[in-house]
């Protein structure tokens, strides 16, 4: 399934470079390989990848920068990035997930943790919506192509964005739990915090709603979650 899909894995480290792209290669995917944030930012708009592992410290451009600069870049702005962080690096984390960063993986990190978080996203991107489209207020949604747009603007969403307001429709009037959300959207190997959910979820109300900080269609459920609420104007 996998085979096809190509990774481009950016660290300064060799051995930590060497490592995931021998690992990611034994599982059937291609892997092209940066140094520094220059350098993988241009093989990023060169080649395309269908992920991108990203460490957080790099020479010339760092990790966050990069990550910054791909989602302005619209040949590839809704390409995955999985950052790659150090312990203790909490707000580095948490900056990153506002940038666009869909994920991010602790080093040192187990093999079987980063090859599974690979084939998690892929699988994802790969699947197809039976219903192609969604409207609801002035929002149009095409899952086939993974676009969203407010009015005849259309919105940027990262894939961890998306994924969010997929689930949170599909389950409309439906209280989910922080807990819930994290083992759907990141998967039960995931040991990041539910405060990831609260970022994505603040970063996906500021790109939909008219007023986020007065939000109709996330709204938050004190202590327990998020529900989704179309709207009088809702259609399917």
């Keep these: 399934m996998f085979m096809e899909k190509t990774i481009l894995v950016v660290d300064d480290e060799a051995h930590i470079q060497e490592l995931i792209k021998f690992n990611l290669t034994k599982n059937g995917f291609k892997v092209i390989t940066a140094d520094n944030g220059i350098d993988a930012l241009k093989i990023a708009e060169d080649e395309k990848p269908d992920l ?3 460490d957080l410290m790099l020479p010339g451009m760092d990790g966050l920068e990069v990550c910054k600069s791909i989602r302005k870049k619209s040949s590839i702005e809704s390409t995955p990035i999985i950052m790659i962080t150090a312990k203790g690096e909490e707000l ?19 093999v079987r943790e980063l090859v599974a978080r690979a084939k998690a996203i892929l699988r994802r991107t790969s699947f197809k919506q039976e ?49 819930f959300l994290l083992d759907k959207i990141w998967g039960y190997e995931y040991v990041g915090e539910t405060r990831t959910v609260d970022v994505h979820v603040r970063h996906l109300r500021q790109k939909i709603e008219d007023n986020d900080k007065n939000p109709i269609y996330i709204q938050t459920i004190r202590g327990i979650g998020y529900k989704f609420n179309s709207g009088d104007s809702y259609e399917r």
């Excluded at 580095?92 to 187990?110: C, H, Q």
């Excluded at 005849?152 to 807990?179: S, Y």
């Design 52 to 54: 991108i592992f990203l």
């Design 92 to 110: 580095d984390k948490i900056l990153g997930l506002e940038l666009g960063a869909d994920d991010y993986i602790t080093k040192p990190f187990s």
């Design 131 to 179: 219903d192609n489209s969604f409207k609801f207020g002035d929002i149009n949604i095409d899952y086939q192509k993974h676009e969203v747009y407010k009015g005849k603007e259309k919105i940027e969403l990262t894939l961890k964005e998306f994924e969010l307001l997929e689930i949170l429709i599909k389950n409309k009037g439906k209280v989910m739990t922080r807990d």
